[in-house]
């Protein structure tokens, strides 16, 4: 069996775009339209596409009749082109986005670590270390651009490594920004930022500052400045200076960076967030060298050899920077650590080749107990977890996690190899139970989509829609309808004293809260959507 296994992972070695491809479809395939979307971006983001490919919103996006600033065009190009060259539907092309999305931050990782000069042994450890990660593989099947956002960001910095490494820089200068703006353009300024901040702080450590002054950097530079320039004309000329200058830069960017209007957490929450979205491979650390890494003795040593730093250097710096950088912002979102997953994913592996045979067996053995204890809660208090509709497959996902860590248990002394395509294989099998069944168990305690077709059926039947305080846009998607929202409570009671027939959503807290409530209003339905319940209210 040990042969056969070793056999195996050579095959996927010599072919590792095949290995990713079959390692992404082996995880998504089965769950490209089983369930409805959730709260909150992922209907959101539907609406906003919606309005891009059936009302022309293309360059500043729309969401529930409203332009929409938050988020720049180009992911909702890519589902565009999905919608129109497969025969991918709504919403199948969301979930086929998220998919496709997570496959290229596979390629683009493993660009990077061969880019580095890293063997093909590192460099597919580190696609099957990302392909275990439990965070990144339920993304696979969440609809965002985060995936694509940070995919871009690490191809730009594989690309500013190599013209940072040769004599001759070459295109790749250009290259690099060209992602970099390409990745502004799919989620934000953080897009450009990350590189930047990476390859300032490498030259800075190596003393070759003037690298980031040649004729090439510049062209480079110029360029990415051209291709946002080309999208600010564009939404100049769609919404007016005003709103480039008040909503997307100063709310959008400034307010959300310095003293953020919601998301608002400590400057330590990365550091409880991100070891609990690496897991299982945040339990390496107890098999790494961690005293020594931190020592006197190495940091000087490391300063002494700083001008011949490579690529560990340049991934120490891409994580660390990144890091302290994004525990900086005033808003902090579990989501934009995937930029790290890359460096991580490379630098555990890197580390597996140098690892001894003791602290190998000590980290599979982690790992395994891991799968087992998450097994064991799932199977002995899964129905106690606080969600208020009942869910199916809690146990045969208990039970998958516990032959996944009996599986790990088996290989700990069989190499780490072997151990890391178990590991692949016991989170994918888990996925098919989470994906199959429980998830879509979860819709009405996730999704807005029933009280949303609710809604829409009643605008169907002449009733004014209306809605009070709640996350915009979240019911337009399934309603098939524009809502009017407002958050002032007499511009509310005047609505609703205005119209004979009135369709209003509003958060039961809201509704309790609610002084002098006009007459004729009934309650029609009441949901419980991520923990927050919303009222569906009619009049008439």
Same mark, same amino acid.
């Not at 022309?56 to 332009?67: C, M, T, Y």
């Not at 808003?331 to 602290?359: C, H, S, W």
């Given at each position: ?30 769950? /490209? ?7 909150? +971006? ?8 919606? @309005?891009?490919? &059936? ?8 969401? @529930? ?56 042994? #590192? ?41 940072? $490494? ?41 003393? !070759? ?55 608002? !957490?400590?400057?330590?929450?990365? *550091? ?25 003795? @190495? ?5 002494? $050899?700083?001008? !011949? ?10 994580? =660390?920077?990144?890091?302290?950088? *994004? ?30 045979? +003791? ?15 998450? =097994? ?16 199916? =497959? ?6 998958? /996690? ?17 151990? /890391? *395509? ?6 994918? #099998?888990?996925?098919?139970? #989470? ?25 169907? &039947? ?21 809502? &009017? ?19 209003? $959503? ?6 309790? @809260?609610?002084? +002098? ?19 569906? #209210?009619?009049?008439?």
């Amino acid at each position: 069996m040990k042969k056969t296994a070793l056999r195996i992972w050579y095959v996927l070695e010599d072919h590792p775009w095949m290995t990713m491809i079959l390692g992404v479809l082996a995880q998504t395939w089965f769950t /490209l339209n089983n369930r409805a979307l959730w709260f909150s +971006d992922e209907v959101r983001y539907a609406d906003a596409y919606r @309005n891009l490919a &059936e009302h022309g919103h293309w360059i500043v996006l729309a969401l @529930n009749g409203q332009a929409y600033p938050d988020k720049p065009p180009v992911y909702f190009w890519f589902l565009w082109l999905l919608d129109t060259l497969t025969p991918a539907d709504q919403p199948t092309v969301f979930f086929l986005g998220a998919a496709l999305s997570g496959l290229f931050l596979l390629a683009s990782a493993y660009a990077l670590a061969r880019t580095l000069g890293f063997d093909r042994q #590192v460099s597919l450890s580190a696609v099957l270390i990302l392909l275990s990660t439990f965070f990144l593989a339920g993304l696979f099947h969440y609809s965002r651009m985060d995936l694509m956002f940070a995919a871009l960001i690490v191809l730009s910095h594989a690309c500013l490594f190599r013209a940072f $490494s040769e004599e001759n820089q070459g295109r790749w200068p250009l290259w690099g920004f060209l992602l970099a703006g390409l990745a502004t353009l799919v989620k934000g300024p953080l897009g450009f930022l990350f590189p930047l901040l990476t390859s300032t702080v490498y030259l800075i450590w190596k003393g !070759e500052v003037k690298k980031f002054l040649t004729r090439p950097m510049g062209k480079g530079l110029l360029a990415m400045l051209l291709m946002l320039a080309a999208w600010v004309g564009g939404v100049i000329l769609s919404q007016g200076p005003d709103f480039l200058l008040n909503t997307v830069l100063g709310h959008q960017i400034l307010e959300r960076a310095t003293h953020t209007f919601h998301h608002m !957490e400590p400057f330590y929450y990365y *550091l409880i967030a991100l070891p609990l979205a690496w897991l299982p491979w945040t339990l390496f650390l107890f098999a790494a060298p961690v005293k020594r890494a931190f020592s006197l003795e @190495n940091w000087g040593a490391l300063w002494a $050899s700083r001008r !011949e730093a490579g690529p560990r250097t340049f991934l120490w710096i891409m994580f =660390g920077a990144t890091l302290i950088f *994004l525990s900086s912002l005033s808003g902090k979102v579990l989501i934009y650590i995937l930029p790290m997953f890359p460096p991580m994913a490379i630098l555990t592996g890197d580390a597996m080749t140098r690892q001894n045979e +003791d602290d190998s067996v000590r980290f599979w053995t982690l790992a395994a107990g891991l799968l087992g204890l998450l =097994g064991a809660g799932l199977l002995l208090g899964g129905d106690l977890l606080p969600f208020p509709v009942p869910m199916r =497959g809690m146990g045969i996902a208990a039970i998958t /996690l516990l032959g996944g860590a009996a599986l790990l248990y088996a290989v700990r002394k069989a190499g780490n190899r072997i151990a /890391l *395509l178990s590991t692949v294989l016991a989170v994918t #099998v888990w996925l098919y139970p #989470v994906g199959l069944m429980v998830a879509p168990s979860l819709d009405n305690a996730m999704s807005p989509k029933r009280q949303g077709e609710m809604i829409g059926a009643l605008v169907d &039947e002449g009733y004014t829609p209306l809605a009070f305080k709640i996350y915009s846009g979240i019911f337009t998607y399934y309603a098939d309808h524009e809502i &009017e929202e407002t958050g002032d409570w007499d511009e509310l009671t005047s609505l609703v004293d205005g119209g004979e027939r009135v369709v209003l $959503s509003i958060r039961e807290k809201h509704w309790k @809260n609610w002084k +002098d409530r006009p007459e004729g209003l009934r309650i029609l339905d009441r949901q419980d959507i991520a923990g927050m319940i919303y009222l569906v #209210v009619i009049k008439g």
